[in-house]
């Protein structure tokens, strides 16, 4: 069984423009969420994705927004890219709502000049 | 708000020894779950160790277990018999019971030295 699959693993961009990260969860799973890691603020919570709908949201400005599709694959968006944006963004898979193993992937290192 | 304590950003231990990584959280609920996870330079977070707090018993698989002092909200991590590829950052984590989010810890780097 294929694990979670991020794509790009790797992004550079400039200050202003926006991206996309997409993110394919475990086959059979259809909750995802989506993670910010950075030296300084460690792993913090982006949203949740379950069904096609927002579950939970962190505390990220709105330029942050993201999607679920029916196949249950994820996108997340970040418009006006600021330098502060530069991180991993880690993308992980649950069978459903209420079950508490996740499973993430490798994720997507993004780098704003 | 929940949060995830880990004091100590570096650790090293030789191979074949064993380590014990610190983690401590605050919460006012009274079922959650904790977990460890282990990042490598791959940077793929695994899931190392799961603890149902209703639990009273101490969770393990294979060379790692914890130790789970709910009444102090402790959660420490003991890998046996250290090998090289557990060399990686180790992040402790808390679920409140429900749909939520995971809470991290800051992380601890653990090297394995040969």
């Known amino acids: 069984k294929a694990g979670v699959t991020q794509t790009p693993r790797y992004l550079i961009k400039t200050r202003g423009q926006q991206v996309t990260l997409s993110c394919s969860p475990i086959?059979?799973?259809?909750?995802v969420s989506w993670y910010q890691q950075t030296p300084g603020q460690g792993l913090q919570f982006l949203f949740e994705?379950?069904?096609?709908?927002?579950?939970n949201k962190g505390n990220f400005p709105g330029r942050f927004s993201g999607r679920q599709f029916s196949n249950s694959r994820s996108e997340m968006n970040v418009s006006t890219l600021e330098l502060g944006d530069s991180a991993l963004y880690l993308c992980?898979?649950?069978?459903?709502?209420?079950?508490?193993?996740?499973?993430f992937g490798q994720g997507t290192r993004l780098t704003v000049v | 708000a929940q949060t995830v304590t880990q004091s100590q950003p570096e650790m090293s231990v030789q191979e074949a020894e064993t380590v014990t990584l610190s983690c401590t959280y605050d919460?006012?609920?009274?079922?959650?779950?904790l977990f460890w996870y282990k990042q490598p330079p791959s940077r793929q977070m695994i899931l190392v160790i799961r603890?149902?707090?209703?639990?009273?018993q101490n969770a393990t698989e294979n060379r790692f277990s914890v130790n789970f002092q709910k009444a102090a909200k402790s959660f420490s991590l003991k890998i046996s018999d250290s090998q090289l590829g557990d060399t990686a950052m180790y992040f402790c984590?808390?679920?409140?019971?429900?749909?939520?989010?995971?809470?991290f810890g800051k992380g601890t780097r653990l090297s394995v030295i040969a």
């Open positions: 992980a898979s649950r069978v459903s709502e209420g079950y508490t193993e996740a499973f």
């Open positions: 086959s059979g799973h259809r909750s």
């Open positions: 994705y379950f069904s096609e709908t927002q579950r």
């Open positions: 919460t006012s609920e009274s079922n959650y779950y």
């Open positions: 603890q149902e707090a209703y639990k009273q």
């Open positions: 984590a808390f679920m409140k019971q429900g749909n939520t989010p995971l809470v």
